[in-house]
């Protein structure tokens, strides 16, 4: 599955920037090289570096990647709504009160990065237990309709955007 198949219909305009950043890429593939990339990015830095804020009110990379995590369990959980055709609307999330709540400062980055490496292989195990027609159901969820296969590369864009923006303003 690729993501030129998309069409601007299948996901809220909010997201296009995560669909953007992918390029042109085949959705399972990029769900295990981007995790790889955040992971080696990651792996290595002290804790300074984990809980330095570039900003007021800006995130440490620790809560970023505690985001990320929170983020992916969302998508995929609506991901899996949709697929087993639940017509259910679902509600958004803040993900600023999600990063209060966390409590990502206080977690040891390894611990963070296992999460992340368990929730990203069941994020993918998921998305390849799908048929085509599985990844083509609409659902809706934050006043949005979308299918099941936008989440999918909403999922990876959104993790190389914060990538990027890991790299950029703190590293």
Known sequence: M????????????FYSQYIKALGEVDLNEVLETSLKDLITTLENLHEEKLTYRYAEGKWT??????HIIDAER?????ALRFSRNDATEL????????VTNSNGNERDIKDILQELIHVRNSTILLFKSFKQEILLIIGTASNSDMTVRALGFIIAGHQIHHLRIIKEKYL
Do not use: H
């Not at 690729?2 to 305009?13: D, K």
């Not at 990379?61 to 505690?66: A, G, R, T």
């Not at 969302?74 to 609506?78: H, N, Q």
């Open 2 to 13: 690729n993501s030129r198949q998309l069409n601007t219909q299948e996901y809220a305009p």
């Open 91 to 98: 509600p958004g999330f803040d993900e600023d009160w999600y």
């Open 74 to 78: 969302v998508l995929s959980y609506r």
């Open 61 to 66: 990379i620790k809560e970023l990647v505690q």
